[in-house]
């Protein structure tokens, strides 16, 4: 894997320098298309650089450029969009698009983003160069929490099946839906690694127990979040790990799962930072609420993650503690501003934004549609994705590990050949362009 190269580096530093952030308006368009191309691309070569642990030149041309900024802004203005513009594009009764995959690849934007960033911000130096913007990534990530924390009342994973009568659209907005557990698991990863940072950060505002953000949503996941991607059903226990929803082997369910540790870590980093406790201010409430995790930390959880062992200590001293009144000081603290500025400056045009993109934007005809799948697949290697893949490639209809490849257009797995036929209804639109653009090489 490690002769295995995407960009060169002159390639790269290129693509990082030509970063730069988007009106709401003209995502989609191909500036913004050709920008998506450039960032999947940094995105596929630092995971091949992290994973063959050859340096990291993407993270270091990151912050050489200062670009971490730009790609905070614009992880929240696809955010954004994904909110405000996207379900009145699903109202709109003349938006009949014939392929959808123009406007998907909008919504896989916000993933995107947050891979990249997940694999970089590992890199303290990273995290240091984000500046004020790391405020607003703080306020992006709890905001992912929250709403995991939310669907917590479902008891299970989002629904998958399809449904035969489902419009293209509405099965658009379902592919939304299930994208989001993994955007908001690799949220809560990266702010675990913005918590590693915590003595610089400390100043901040939500990086102590009596702030509600993140501090206490982070103790709200371990009680609501955690069992959240833990799944049963008949006869078997299902867990979301690696991307998806996978199996758990009875031998294998006491093992302390990456979103757990995630979790963990941040607290142990929020809680234990001398810094960050020179600034807290107990109330009962907090107090309360951080006493919650000493159910939690069990002995299987400290064997597995020895340093919780400092926690529970922890816990402990503080149940003995007296709790503080609320500071009357006059306190100055940096707000998060990137959300609040976009959407001022959107306020009242989402209509607008949603009827310009549908006439501009999402109404590509044939021939744009078979350039954007020929620049598609080469920007998705299928070597590359080999490579970056975490393990066994999976089947797209049932999800269990697949064998077979698509002949057609080689960019999806199956199991089976039942399972590709029951596919190809939601498959088909895609392998055909897909197909197209190999053959128009």
Known sequence: MGDLELLLPGEAAALVRGLRSFPLREMGSGGWNQQHENLEKLNMQAILDATASQGEPIQELLVTHGKIPTLVEELIAVEMWKQKVFPVLCRLEDFKPQNTFPIYMVIHHEASIINLLETVFFHKEVCESAEDAVLDLIDYCHRKLTLLVARSSRGGPPEEEECQSSTPMQELQKQAELMEFEIASKALSVLRYITDCVDRWAALPGLGPSHPSPCSCLTQSVQHLLPVHWFFSPGKLQQFEGGHWQTVAPSEQQKLSKLDGQ?????????????????????????????????????????????????????????????????????????????????????????????????????????????????????????????IAPERPRCAYCSAEASKRCSRCQNEWYCCRECQVKHWEKHGKACVLAAQGDRAK
């Not at 963990?264 to 907090?286: D, G, K, P, Q, V």
């Not at 951080?290 to 816990?315: E, I, R």
């Open 263 to 387: 979790v963990w870590i941040a607290l142990y980093n929020l809680l234990l930072s001398h810094e960050a406790r020179a600034r807290y201010c107990l109330t009962s409430f907090a107090k309360g609420q951080l006493l919650k995790l000493q159910a939690f930390l069990t002995d299987t959880l400290v064997d597995q993650l020895p340093n919780l062992a400092g926690l529970q200590g922890f816990l402990a001293q503080l149940a003995l503690t007296e709790t503080q009144p609320p500071k009357k000081d006059l306190v100055l603290e940096q707000i998060p501003e990137i959300w609040e500025r976009l959407e001022r400056e959107n306020r009242g045009k989402w209509q607008a934004i949603a009827k310009y993109q549908l006439r501009h934007v999402f109404s590509p005809s044939e021939q744009d549609l078979r350039l954007q799948a020929r620049r598609w697949a080469e920007t998705y290697r299928l070597d590359v994705l080999e490579a």
